[in-house]
């Protein structure tokens, strides 16, 4: 587990490194690859004082993410995923879902009585599948899609908050070409909806993992499409 969450560590300090530097370069109006950023350091006399600017406020704005992804509470960072204000968890509507599991709703709502007496309400489905996770939560099948889920929530979450910054980086360089924009725009914004899907995807995989297990249905079954 210490080795996984060094991983864990590691990859969110690289991701945020990664899209630090593209802000760099796209706020110094370069286009994006490794030459520009090699030439760019060759240059760092000539480019020198924006050069000196943009590249702390770059290094800044990398550092606060990864820090912020990892004191971010799950809480906000499920509403960010799923965006949703209350009950954000994707186990929130799991007994009464309108995409494709691994088991049938009826065997579902006949184990889990307590949830459709209580109308389905989806503070009652939280808690009742939080219940079943604290049973199963150390079967692999479920130790490793909440591994793999924390780790792709957390890069959506910074993938989201370097978007954002982008925008605002937009805004302040309204000059750069817009060859050079659609550049940055198509990296930023692919890399934040493939993160949010896949991220939505192993979030209902891992809630409906856990409930294939309720039903017996063993560590190998458990494989919905997600929404």
């Given at each position: 587990?210490?080795?996984?969450?060094?991983?864990?560590?590691?990859?969110?300090?690289?991701?945020?490194?990664?899209?630090?530097?593209?802000?760099?370069?796209?706020?110094?109006?370069?286009?994006?690859?490794?030459?520009?950023?090699?030439?760019?350091?060759?240059?760092?006399?000539?480019?020198?004082?924006?050069?000196?600017?943009?590249?702390?406020?770059?290094?800044?704005?990398a550092v606060a993410g990864a820090l912020l992804v990892q004191r971010l509470s799950d809480s906000w960072k499920n509403?960010?995923?799923?965006?949703?204000?209350?009950?954000?968890?994707?186990?929130?509507?799991?007994?009464?879902?309108?995409?494709?599991?691994?088991?049938?709703?009826?065997?579902?709502?006949?184990?889990?009585?307590?949830?459709?007496?209580?109308?389905?309400?989806?503070?009652?489905?939280?808690?009742?599948?939080?219940?079943?996770?604290?049973?199963?939560?150390?079967?692999?099948?479920?130790?490793?899609?909440?591994?793999?889920?924390?780790?792709?929530?957390?890069?959506?979450?910074?993938?989201?908050?370097?978007?954002?910054?982008?925008?605002?980086?937009?805004?302040?360089?309204?000059?750069?070409?817009?060859?050079?924009?659609?550049?940055?725009?198509?990296?930023?914004?692919?890399?934040?909806?493939?993160?949010?899907?896949?991220?939505?995807?192993?979030?209902?995989?891992?809630?409906?993992?856990?409930?294939?297990?309720?039903?017996?249905?063993?560590?190998?079954?458990?494989?919905?499409?997600?929404?």
């Amino acid at each position: 587990m210490k080795f996984l969450s060094f991983f864990h560590l590691a990859l969110v300090i690289v991701f945020a490194a990664l899209n630090g530097i593209m802000l760099y370069l796209f706020m110094l109006q370069l286009p994006f690859g490794l030459d520009p950023f090699l030439i760019s350091l060759a240059a760092w006399d000539q480019l020198s004082p924006q050069i000196v600017y943009v590249a702390i406020i770059c290094s800044l704005i990398a550092v606060a993410g990864a820090l912020l992804v990892q004191r971010l509470s799950d809480s906000w960072k499920n509403r960010l995923l799923y965006a949703r204000g209350q009950y954000p968890h994707p186990a929130s509507d799991v007994f009464l879902s309108s995409r494709k599991q691994p088991f049938e709703a009826a065997d579902l709502q006949a184990k889990f009585s307590r949830v459709k007496d209580a109308g389905f309400s989806r503070k009652v489905q939280t808690e009742v599948w939080q219940e079943a996770y604290l049973r199963q939560s150390g079967k692999p099948v479920v130790l490793n899609t909440r591994i793999h889920w924390s780790m792709l929530r957390d890069l959506y979450v910074l993938a989201l908050y370097f978007l954002v910054f982008f925008l605002i980086g937009w805004v302040i360089n309204l000059g750069v070409p817009f060859q050079i924009v659609a550049i940055y725009l198509f990296l930023y914004g692919t890399q934040t909806l493939f993160l949010m899907l896949t991220a939505r995807r192993t979030g209902y995989r891992l809630v409906d993992n856990v409930l294939a297990l309720e039903l017996g249905l063993g560590d190998g079954a458990a494989k919905s499409s997600g929404k």
